[in-house]
């Protein structure tokens, strides 16, 4: 099983819908970053995650690090196509190394 | 202006062939990083060095020979290509000084081995 899972692995919803992204860890989450990935391209970075609790927001893109530090979620509030891509979820595991997890597809259908 | 950039963007070659791909930041960052993403979206660090030491070897066959001629620089060496290296590979770069190490990714370079 991977260090860190993603679910759900893909995901279709409808433009102008909410949707949720979620991402476990098999041990304790000290820096949780999430990225986006366009096809063809490389990682934009979205935010960064580090206490227990913690919430960021970016326009409508809200993450969250749940209080046990296992867990992180991914929220985008009324979806837009531009909001289509692959998120990734990675974790800090120390010296700068960060490991992902598989990726969650996001379609967003007009 | 181009942060990280990535050379070739496609690269396509045969079996046992060696080939390179380059990888230069500008952003004045000391640590620079070698992902590998698979055909399931996998992404895996590789490699990583810090002003030009090795810091991170993940378990990597020994073809794979990274290069750091300088901060801003850092190749990837591959010698006697196989199928399953086939994949693409993303360079990155971070500043240590912070502590949150926000790693700028390349494009990528998207390898075919045939």
């Known amino acids: 099983s991977q260090e860190l899972e993603q679910s759900p692995q893909s995901l279709i919803v409808q433009e102008g819908k909410n949707l949720t992204i979620n991402c476990t860890s098999s041990?304790?989450?000290?820096?949780l970053y999430w990225y986006k990935q366009k096809y063809g391209e490389g990682l934009i970075f979205l935010m960064m995650?580090?206490?227990?609790?913690e919430e960021k927001s970016h326009e409508k893109i809200t993450a969250k690090l749940d209080e046990k530090k296992q867990q992180s979620s991914l929220h985008i509030t009324a979806s837009q196509p531009s909001h289509a891509g692959i998120y990734l979820c990675g974790a800090d595991r120390g010296a700068q190394k960060l490991v992902f997890g598989q990726g969650t597809r996001l379609t967003i259908n007009p | 202006d181009t942060a990280v950039s990535q050379t070739p963007k496609y690269l396509v070659t045969q079996m046992g062939n060696d080939k390179s791909i380059k990888c230069e930041q500008n952003l004045g960052h000391d640590t620079m990083y070698w992902y590998k993403q698979d055909s399931k979206k996998f992404l895996k660090i590789m490699f990583s060095y810090n002003n030009k030491e090795l810091i991170i070897n993940e378990t990597v066959p020994n073809r794979f020979s990274p290069k750091s001629p300088d901060k801003a620089h850092l190749n990837l060496h591959i010698n006697s290509l196989e199928l399953g290296d086939s994949a693409v590979y993303f360079c990155?770069?971070?500043?240590?000084?912070?502590?949150?190490?926000?790693?700028?990714f390349g494009p990528g370079t998207r390898l075919t081995v045939t």
């Open positions: 990155a770069s971070s500043a240590s000084e912070l502590l949150s190490y926000e790693q700028y």
């Open positions: 041990k304790t989450l000290y820096g």
């Open positions: 995650l580090q206490k227990g609790g």
